[in-house]
């Protein structure tokens, strides 16, 4: 399902457990942008209240993912 809003994207964020994505203890949005391929402040747009652009499914879906990623030991 298609959830765009920038509180559910940042809850995705929280839930990223991957150490390289990781700086100073929070998720670090540049090197998720750089994950997913995306300039920094398009993805930061997509995470603004309001946002600057509605984010679309497939960076939603690729969150969605690097939540479930298990990190290497």
Not at 1 to 13: E, I, Q
Not at 31 to 45: I, M, P
């Amino acid at each position: 399902m298609h959830k765009p809003s920038p509180d559910y994207l940042r809850g995705l964020l929280e839930q990223i457990q991957d150490p390289s994505l990781i700086t100073k203890g929070e998720v670090s949005q540049r090197k998720v942008a750089a994950r997913l391929g995306l300039d920094e402040r398009t993805f930061r747009g997509y995470l603004q209240t309001p946002p600057r652009s509605e984010c679309p499914y497939l960076v939603q879906y690729a969150l969605e993912q690097l939540c479930y990623e298990i990190p290497d030991a």
